[in-house]
C-alpha cells in the first residue's frame, strides 16, 4: 500500500514537475499543522465554553486573587496580560496555515503557467504542423498544477476559518465567565426587578 502511494507521487511529481512536488511539501505541512492545533485546541478545551485549560486556569486564579482583597483594577489588569499572552500561544501556527492557503493556488497557477509555455513552444518549435493530441495532452499536464494548488488550498482554508472560530468563540465564553466572576451580581435579573419595582419617589 505504501508502495503504491509512493508510486503515485512520484508519477504526479513527474507529471506537474517541481511545482506539484513543491505543493506535496505544502499539504503535508498544512496536515501536520493541522493535527498539532487540534490537539492544543482539544488539550485546552477551545471552544464555546471555558472547561480547562488555560481559560479555566485564569478563571480560578481571578477567584482566588478576589478572595484575598486584590483590587479590581489589578485583578483585571493581570488577567488581561494573561489572556492575550495564552491567546497568542493559542494562535501560534494559524499563520503558516493562512500563508499555504494563499500561497498554493497562486503556486498552482504559476506551475500551470509554465506548463503553457511550455507547449506552445512545441507547437511553435514544429512549424504549426504538431499534433492536436501532443498540444493538449501538455496543457492537460499544465493544469494539473492549478488542480493541485486548490486541492491543498480549499481544506487548508477551511481548517484554517474553524480553529478562527473556536478561538474567537473561546474568548467570548472566558471574558463572559471572567466578568462573572469578578462582577457577579452586576447583571443580577431578580435585583434588578426589584429596584425597578421600587416607587419613585418625588425630591
Not at 478572595?67 to 494562535?91: L, N, Q
Not at 492537460?140 to 478561538?167: E, K, N, Q, Y
Amino acid at each position: 500500500m505504501m508502495s503504491h502511494t509512493l508510486l503515485r507521487l512520484s508519477e504526479l511529481i513527474d507529471l506537474g514537475g517541481p511545482v506539484v512536488a513543491l505543493l506535496i511539501g505544502f499539504s503535508v505541512l498544512a496536515l501536520a499543522c493541522i493535527l498539532w492545533k487540534a490537539l492544543v485546541f482539544y488539550v485546552n478545551g477551545i471552544g464555546a465554553q471555558v472547561s480547562r485549560g488555560f481559560g479555566r486556569d485564569i478563571v480560578v486564579q481571578t477567584q482566588t486573587a478576589k478572595r484575598s482583597g486584590r483590587t479590581e483594577a489589578d485583578i483585571r489588569a493581570r488577567a488581561t496580560a494573561r489572556m492575550e499572552r495564552d491567546f497568542e500561544r493559542a494562535g501560534r501556527g494559524l499563520r503558516l496555515l493562512d500563508i499555504i492557503a494563499q500561497v498554493a493556488p497562486l503556486l498552482g497557477l504559476f506551475g500551470t503557467v509554465l506548463g503553457m509555455i511550455t507547449a506552445f513552444q512545441t507547437l511553435q518549435s514544429a512549424g504549426g504542423t504538431a499534433d492536436p493530441a501532443v498540444l493538449a495532452g501538455g496543457i492537460w499536464v499544465a493544469l494539473v498544477t492549478t488542480a493541485a494548488g486548490l486541492i491543498v488550498a480549499m481544506p487548508t482554508s477551511m481548517a484554517l476559518s474553524w480553529f478562527d472560530g473556536c478561538l474567537e468563540r473561546h474568548e467570548r465564553a472566558l471574558r463572559d465567565a471572567f466578568e462573572e466572576v469578578l462582577m457577579p451580581d452586576m447583571f443580577d435579573t431578580s435585583a434588578l426587578s426589584e429596584r425597578l419595582m421600587e416607587p419613585v419617589h418625588a425630591g
